[in-house]
């Protein structure tokens, strides 16, 4: 609290000597040390007003949080150690912890366990730590209460302000267009059963679940925001969208087996230079290896390994980012990397909630407890020029692009498809 009342302090404090500023040069023109003091200031004041907001909304949250703890006569630690027995499956701390703590279900459905605000911090931070869309990428939210979280986006630019005559009148915009990018919280699940003498014996039984929630959790979110279709799911950035990442930002390599130094350039100067300051690459660590023995014309390998151990290799001068489910096959029609501006263009939308279901007599025939676990959250590409995804170009098409000697007397042309009669040259065969 007192972070949050001297930061109130220097607001006030600043906007004191914005007032005594205007006064001063209430009828005349502010100079220019001044005026660079004003801004500073306003400057300042904007900072500290943005940071007083977020500090009070998060000891909203906080307070919000620690209802439940209070709950228990602020012992927290208590808190803790029954909410690991619960997930033991021990009966009565399921009960205890159900009678003391908010819950959603009933007891004919096992009853759902909000998970105490320690583990839901500690899996937050885990997903962050482990996953690099989350890092790389806009993390947006929670979504909280709503069916859903809408944005407002830009479909259509404004034409540009044309030069204009000093009598004319000023040309009128009819371009822009503004639509709206929605976030839902689609429901992530699992079912997850551990052995009961594993969690008598793990040191720390609650640990031992969040790694597992943790695994579970990251391996589904990276599928889908690489790959995911967009129904129930993410929208991934390797899946042909109007909604997100569309075929018009695709770069065709030369061949449809093979990712050449030429097929690289091509893909990053296809965005624009803006997006290029926090651009990088996201690929399968097939197309690695193979990118990793290319040569540019002077002999000098492409490929810039790291030389600091947590810090990803470069590609023409970008970061790359390695992921087990972008597509590994460099094939004919397949997508096998995406470049582009991954903060700007792809959104992570969180809601807010992590439920834990522990299904304690379930499985017991089998020394086994269940838990159901469910996330809900979204994530899609948001600007689609933000990125150009590389394609593997398709074999060409007999008839399409070749040419074709026939019999004597008839014609030979190149056409799609091929039409008698159609403006071509002739030849006779002899």
Known sequence: MKKLYEMMQDRANAATQMREIMNKFEDGVMDAESTETYNRLEKEFDALNANIIREQKQLERERAAGEVIDKLGDKKDEHIKVFARALQGDPESITRYKNTTMTLGTNATAGYLTAPVEFVNQL??????????????????????????GYPSLTTDASDVAWTTEVAAAPEEATIAFGRREFKPQRLAKLIKISKTLMRHAPSPDQTVLDRILYKIEAAQENAFMSGTGTNQPLGIFTASDSGIATGRDVTAASATAVATDDLIECKYGVKGQYMRGASWVMHRDLCKMIAKLKDSDGQYIWQPSVQAGQPDMLLGAPVYMSEYAPNAVAAGKYVAVYGDFKTGYWVCDSDGLYIQVLNELYAVNNEIGYVVEYYGDGAPVVGEAFSRLFQSTPPVRGATEMHILEADELIFQSTPPVRGATARLRYCT
Do not use: E
């Open 124 to 149: 937050i931070a885990g997903l962050k730590n482990d996953m690099f869309m989350r890092q790389i990428c806009n993390v947006v939210g929670p979504i909280g209460q709503a069916q859903s979280l």
